[in-house]
């Protein structure tokens, strides 16, 4: 077994850290509401520092999840909550902080909505990369342009605040990129192999081992923001069965 192949460090990030977030728009899912939805009536389901989660929120975090290629399967309501919490904590803060830095471009956005429509899973199977197969798509699972584009930028800020906040100042060292190679890489591959020198996957093992820091200090961070925060789940039915690893992945 080789060792992984080392994604570029926006979408490590993408892949380790939490919100939607993602994983995973200039508003927030709970904001964007499809016009397309039939009149329900809604409700606060909960409340995230006097900010208000909508039942409907959560059924439009559960169509946002096709736009993740990590998630699977169909999310639960509970997951989808917490995806949403945990959002609008990471949200706040960048307000707070007023992390103007962190804001994408509009560039930045058309190229990420790129990668979506020709890479997806889903839109792949749907050939979004022409106008009919994405049209097809948004329809499929109600969605509009609009939609994808908010939360795609939404998406892009909280992967930079993350980038800004955890990843500068992370230092890997030659020891430990050494012990990596050593104790990691090295048993990996079968007796006789041909194993690469160090000094050809020592950048791999540094990207590796800085994902790894970043996580750990995130996962800290955003587990701090919820205990401080003043979080009230107001329907009971949506307190228990969270998928905590999907939402992790997710609230990005």
């Not at 999310?75 to 307000?95: C, E, N, V």
């Not at 009230?232 to 609230?251: C, F, I, M, N, Q």
Request: proline letters at 6%; charged letters at 25%; aromatic letters at 6%.
């Amino acid at each position: 077994m080789c060792m992984r192949t080392l994604l570029p460090f926006r979408r490590v990030i993408e892949r380790t850290a939490p919100v939607a977030l993602v994983a995973v728009a200039a508003i927030t899912a709970a904001q964007a509401q499809p016009s397309t939805a039939p009149s329900v009536v809604d409700r606060v389901v909960a409340v995230v520092n006097n900010r208000a989660i909508l039942l409907s929120d959560i059924a439009t975090e559960q169509r946002f999840a096709i736009l993740d290629p990590k998630i699977t399967r169909h999310i639960t309501p509970q997951s989808a909550l917490q995806r949403l919490i945990g959002r609008t904590l990471i949200q706040q803060q960048i307000r707070q902080e007023d992390v103007d830095s962190a804001q994408p471009s509009d560039a930045d956005v058309q190229g990420r909505l790129h990668e979506v429509r020709t890479e997806l899973p889903a839109c792949v199977v749907m050939n979004c990369a022409t106008d009919a197969g994405w049209q097809k798509f948004l329809n499929t699972y109600d969605l509009t342009a609009r939609q994808v584009e908010d939360y795609l930028r939404l998406r892009l800020e909280i992967l930079r605040f993350i980038e800004l906040r955890f990843r500068q100042g992370i230092r890997i060292s030659p020891q430990e990129t050494e012990a990596y190679y050593r104790d990691k890489l090295v048993p990996q591959y079968p007796k006789g192999a041909s194993i690469p020198p160090l000094r050809d996957v020592a950048p791999r093992i540094e990207e590796i081992l800085l994902e790894e820091q970043v996580n750990t200090f995130f996962t800290a961070w955003l587990d701090n923001l919820r205990k401080q925060g003043d979080v009230e789940v107001l329907d009971p039915t949506l307190e228990s069965g969270t998928d905590s690893a999907a939402t992790r992945k997710g609230e990005q």
